[in-house]
């Protein structure tokens, strides 16, 4: 008997914890889930695509040979873009990551070299982190990478929206992201079908910008349902 109740309480708790979540789950699933829209590829999608790299200066981007900013309050970054390396840095551990050839680059903990399985595991959760936080940071300026492909989505609205899949490349390929942006064709937010999320077509902001010191307009701040996330220490210098 004693041994059942225990059971029953277990139970209890469980219940009491994982309904909620499985409730809020639900709300947040039938309210904002959507399929990945259709749209159409060719050169109207490629003009808008060339109209928002104006509005955020791509040029600019471009002549920016450092980025440094610090994710989240959890990992920061010194990216040599003109090298392309970056020291990645977290907790006790930091990674000096060679973007090019991973495999030339070292691994840290509490500043003493790290070698053999840790290194290699140390070097994978370094790009996995840079990918996903400069995806945070750049997005916009990454729509013509490799392996992209664009498609001019038309709105409820009757306005034209940039759809960009990233058929190969990062941490996650056949990600797909709907960019709206305003009268001067600079964004204000995204719409995601994401590996690692559950729900497709969430949406986060992209409209608190800050120009750096090379003229490059990088955000500050996304707001995503309930959440947000923070870009700190922002340096971009040519």
């Known amino acids: ?18 309904l909620p979540s499985l409730i809020f789950f639900g709300f947040i699933y039938f309210k904002y889930n959507e ?8 050169p109207q999608a490629d003009l808008l695509a060339q109209n928002m790299l ?11 040979n450092y980025i440094e900013w610090t994710f989240k309050n959890r990992h920061h ?23 090019d050839n991973p495999q030339l680059s070292s691994a840290y903990a509490n500043k003493v070299l790290v070698t053999g ?44 929206a940039l759809l960009v899949t990233y058929k190969s490349g990062g941490s996650t390929p056949g990600d797909s992201y709907l960019w709206i942006v305003d009268t001067d064709n600079k964004p204000v937010k995204f719409r995601m079908w994401v590996d ?17 010191d090379s003229g490059a307009m990088l955000p500050i701040f996304h ?11 922002i340096i971009g210098t040519k």
């Open 196 to 212: 690692i999320l559950p729900i497709g077509g969430l949406e986060a902001s992209w409209n608190d910008w800050t120009t750096t």
């Open 77 to 99: 970054y010194k990216w040599e873009k003109a090298k392309n390396t970056c020291a990645v840095h977290w907790k006790k551990f930091k990674v000096d990551l060679n973007l």
């Open 223 to 233: 707001e995503m349902l309930f959440l947000g996330i923070k870009m700190d220490g």
């Open 35 to 42: 399929d990945l829209p259709t749209g159409i590829e060719g």
């Open 117 to 160: 399985s840790k290194a290699d595991e140390l070097i994978k959760t370094a790009q996995d982190y840079f990918n996903n936080d400069s995806f945070w940071l750049v997005a916009p300026y990454k729509i013509f990478d490799p392996g992209t492909e664009r498609r001019l989505v038309t709105l409820e609205n009757n306005e034209d």
């Open 1 to 18: 008997m004693k041994a059942k109740k225990i059971l029953k309480i277990i139970a209890g708790v469980i219940i009491f914890f994982t």
């Open 54 to 64: 104006e509005a955020i200066d791509y040029e600019a981007y471009l002549e920016t």
